[in-house]
């Protein structure tokens, strides 16, 4: 397809990271996430952690922004203290991909947030998270899964109609929805599993799961396709 969009991922910045003869601070993203982002008829291009007044002119040169999953978001970004259960902060990363995301939400870039992705999206617009809840990442680095039931009507309904089993791995989900977002899937427990902003700056939707990790593309088609649409004006 010659008419592919050019998708922004956001990136790890890891300390230690070894490969064949190297250790070394790196730039690490799953290849899961380019291979979606091809698979669903896009370009892949990683976006590392920069200084946030670059923001803008990265998304400037993108036609949709993927923010990536990784680590706990630092509590003091939504006014909370910290659970003995959280992680380590990854400040570099919750600086460049808050600037990120206000960058998408004013230029009208289409913008999907997977996982730590969505839950910054819901901090971004003044939201707050829980820190820790059970169920939704049983065995350590292993993923699990479980089903999400979409809302009707929303954005990700529209994307996946039905009830989904997904790939899943977290320990911390939305508390107060941020402002203007709305809740899209839910897991059985109530968990929101997705949100989206149904009105407002253009096509803009978190989920908290880890479509990367499966075999569905639609979620990432339909930001492949925002973004196509975007770009034709």
């Given at each position: 397809?010659?008419?592919?969009?050019?998708?922004?991922?956001?990136?790890?910045?890891?300390?230690?990271?070894?490969?064949?003869?190297?250790?070394?601070?790196?730039?690490?993203?799953?290849?899961?996430?380019?291979?979606?982002?091809?698979?669903?008829?896009?370009?892949?291009?990683?976006?590392?952690?920069?200084?946030?007044?670059?923001?803008?002119?990265?998304?400037?040169?993108v036609d949709g922004l993927v923010i990536a999953g990784g680590p706990d978001v630092e509590p003091v970004r939504y006014g909370?203290?910290?659970?003995?259960?959280?992680?380590?902060?990854?400040?570099?990363?919750?600086?460049?991909?808050?600037?990120?995301?206000?960058?998408?939400?004013?230029?009208?870039?289409?913008?999907?947030?997977?996982?730590?992705?969505?839950?910054?999206?819901?901090?971004?617009?003044?939201?707050?998270?829980?820190?820790?809840?059970?169920?939704?990442?049983?065995?350590?680095?292993?993923?699990?899964?479980?089903?999400?039931?979409?809302?009707?009507?929303?954005?990700?309904?529209?994307?996946?109609?039905?009830?989904?089993?997904?790939?899943?791995?977290?320990?911390?989900?939305?508390?107060?929805?941020?402002?203007?977002?709305?809740?899209?899937?839910?897991?059985?427990?109530?968990?929101?599993?997705a949100l989206e902003l149904p009105s407002g700056p253009g096509w803009v939707l978190g989920v908290q799961w880890h479509p990367?990790?499966?075999?569905?593309?639609?979620?990432?088609?339909?930001?492949?396709?925002?973004?196509?649409?975007?770009?034709?004006?």
């Amino acid at each position: 397809m010659a008419d592919r969009p050019l998708i922004g991922v956001s990136t790890y910045l890891e300390a230690g990271a070894r490969w064949r003869v190297w250790e070394l601070e790196a730039v690490l993203l799953p290849a899961a996430y380019p291979r979606l982002v091809q698979g669903a008829g896009g370009l892949a291009a990683l976006l590392p952690p920069d200084a946030p007044e670059h923001a803008a002119a990265a998304v400037a040169r993108v036609d949709g922004l993927v923010i990536a999953g990784g680590p706990d978001v630092e509590p003091v970004r939504y006014g909370d203290g910290t659970d003995p259960r959280t992680g380590p902060p990854a400040r570099a990363r919750d600086t460049w991909e808050l600037a990120l995301i206000e960058a998408a939400l004013v230029a009208r870039v289409p913008l999907l947030g997977i996982c730590r992705g969505m839950q910054l999206l819901n901090v971004a617009l003044g939201g707050t998270l829980v820190q820790h809840i059970e169920g939704h990442a049983e065995v350590v680095g292993v993923f699990g899964g479980h089903l999400v039931q979409p809302v009707p009507g929303t954005l990700y309904a529209g994307a996946v109609p039905e009830e989904m089993f997904v790939p899943t791995y977290h320990h911390q989900a939305v508390d107060r929805l941020g402002t203007g977002l709305v809740a899209s899937a839910h897991a059985a427990d109530g968990t929101v599993e997705a949100l989206e902003l149904p009105s407002g700056p253009g096509w803009v939707l978190g989920v908290q799961w880890h479509p990367e990790m499966g075999e569905d593309l639609r979620v990432m088609r339909a930001l492949v396709e925002a973004a196509r649409e975007a770009r034709r004006g």
